[in-house]
């Protein structure tokens, strides 16, 4: 049982190039999310899905993309990265409203010169 | 939308003192509100909860209290030790329940 998987965990890309942030979960939760981290910014979401086939913006969905393939997996891609998006992102299952709180994968670093 | 916010932003406590993390949040329907601890370099993990039926829960040294009418929840660490330094974030539903985080309190306790 591993709870939430993501890879890859570390990556360096060039401005421009594209590339795609996988996560799967073992939790059986309908529910899951993509969050960056920025020092001293917290947890910000960038887009969820609450449900397989279903996916919402959050609070800064700009540059990115995301695709719900099944109930287990859902992914995030960046189309032409930028500096700016340097961060480390998170994957999470959970939904904290009707009990489940939300389980975070262990990260992934990203770095964009 | 749900709007969180912490304070301090960081605490240093010595170690054996009580450490207090404040939050107040916007929403009066939010209705979960849980704290995570994230150490340097790993992913923030759930350290206590709260649901809106109730004001206060305790787990060895660890409480959180809400008062629903103010719109604040705070998280009490007592007898700290050196291992509880870390950053520590609340959180609260928002209307489509999705968490809402709060910018992070980095904790420190010297030893």
């Known amino acids: 049982n591993a709870g939430v998987t993501q890879t890859p965990k570390f990556q360096v890309l060039k401005t421009g190039q594209s590339m795609t942030l996988q996560c799967a979960q073992d939790m059986n939760h309908n529910s899951m999310y993509w969050y960056r981290q920025d020092p001293g910014m917290g947890l910000r979401l960038i887009y969820y899905s609450a449900s397989e086939g279903t996916t919402d913006k959050g609070e800064v969905p700009n540059g990115y993309n995301v695709s719900r393939l099944n109930k287990r997996e859902f992914s995030l891609r960046l189309e032409s990265a930028a500096p700016s998006q340097t961060s480390v992102y998170f994957c999470a299952t959970g939904t904290p409203g009707s009990g489940n709180t939300i389980y975070f994968g262990e990260g992934s670093w990203l770095t964009v010169v | 939308g749900e709007n969180v916010e912490q304070h301090p932003s960081t605490l240093s406590v010595q170690e054996g003192d009580s450490a207090v993390i404040k939050c107040t949040y916007s929403?009066?329907?939010?209705?979960?509100f849980p704290w995570y601890k994230q150490e340097l370099g790993k992913r923030p993990q759930l350290i206590i909860d709260i649901r809106s039926n109730v004001g206060e829960k305790k787990d060895q040294r660890i409480a959180v209290t809400l008062n629903k009418t103010a719109k604040h929840f705070s998280l009490h660490i007592t007898e700290t030790q050196p291992e509880d330094s870390a950053v520590y974030f609340c959180?609260?539903?928002?209307?489509?329940?999705?968490?809402?985080f709060g910018a992070g309190t980095i904790l420190r306790v010297k030893s």
């Open positions: 929403d009066s329907a939010s209705n979960y």
């Open positions: 959180a609260a539903t928002d209307k489509v329940d999705k968490l809402v």
